[in-house]
Structure formats: structure tokens, C-alpha cells
């Protein structure tokens, strides 16, 4: 089964580089099947990383940033591939 993490964060006012910086630079204590790092408006950054994993299987995640570089906490989803095209 392939298990998808989505971790994305919105950066505090003016910080959106930084934050997209600080994502990039965080390793994961194990190798995901796969990992992208995206960016929209409003200086948000995702990331998904890829898993061959059961849904409920330990995984490692890219921790909370420091409060002062987002405006939110972060938010986590966690998906099962149901097809692939």
C-alpha cells in the first residue's frame, strides 16, 4: 500500500522564502518512495512524501517550525493511494 503525507504551513508575513528554505532542509529520518515540495500564494509550502506503508504505520514527518516563522499551526493529512494514473 502507498501511504501520501501532506504537510503544509503558512509563513508568517514576509517569510515565505525562509519557510520554503526551512522545509527543503529538513531530513527525515528514513527515505520516503518519493518527496516534492511545492509553494502557492499567500506564502504557503507544501510538502508530500510518499510511503510504501500502511496507513496507520509509524512515519517520520517534517516537525513544526519555529512560531515565529508561520501564522498557523500546521497542517497534516495523511491519504491511501486508491489508483495510479
Request: no cysteine; proline share 6%.
Amino acid at each position: 500500500m502507498t501511504v501520501a503525507l501532506m504537510w503544509e504551513a503558512r509563513a508568517a508575513t514576509g517569510r515565505g522564502e525562509e519557510l520554503l528554505a526551512w522545509a527543503r532542509a529538513q531530513e527525515l529520518s528514513s527515505r520516503p518512495l518519493r518527496r516534492e515540495t511545492f509553494r502557492a500564494p499567500q506564502d504557503r509550502v507544501l510538502v508530500i512524501t510518499w510511503w510504501d506503508a500502511e496507513h496507520s504505520a509509524d512515519l517520520p514527518e517534517l516537525p513544526e517550525p519555529a512560531g515565529e516563522l508561520v501564522a498557523r499551526a500546521v497542517h497534516r493529512w495523511r491519504f491511501d493511494s486508491v489508483s495510479e494514473d
